[in-house]
């Protein structure tokens, strides 16, 4: 956001957008009927309790036991040789 306002963007909330806080139901802020809403707190993401398919279990690996409890956000990098040429190692910054 700042980033694009310090550029001359103007920066407000969008209409179209609600945030789902304490009920996956009733928004916290926006509209009920908004086109897109960001789920948080203690509701949390509708998504994260989707089961895989059989087929797609072999497509993901649970998160190495080193990284477990730090940060629930954590998702580890998306490339790690990256981040190692970045940061100059594998440590979480």
């Not at 789920?39 to 059989?54: A, F, I, W």
Request: charged share 30%; proline share 6%; with cysteine.
């Amino acid at each position: 956001q700042y980033a694009l306002a310090a550029r001359g963007w103007t920066i407000m909330p969008w209409e179209e957008a609600a945030q789902m806080h304490d009920n996956k139901e009733i928004p916290l802020a926006g509209p009920k009927d908004a086109a897109f809403r960001h789920y948080s707190g203690p509701v949390g993401k509708p998504t994260y309790e989707m089961k895989l398919r059989k087929e797609d279990v072999r497509l993901v690996k649970d998160q190495p036991a080193k990284f477990r409890g730090k940060d629930s956000n954590c998702q580890l990098c998306y490339n790690l040789t990256r981040y190692v040429e970045i940061y100059g190692s594998s440590d979480c910054t």
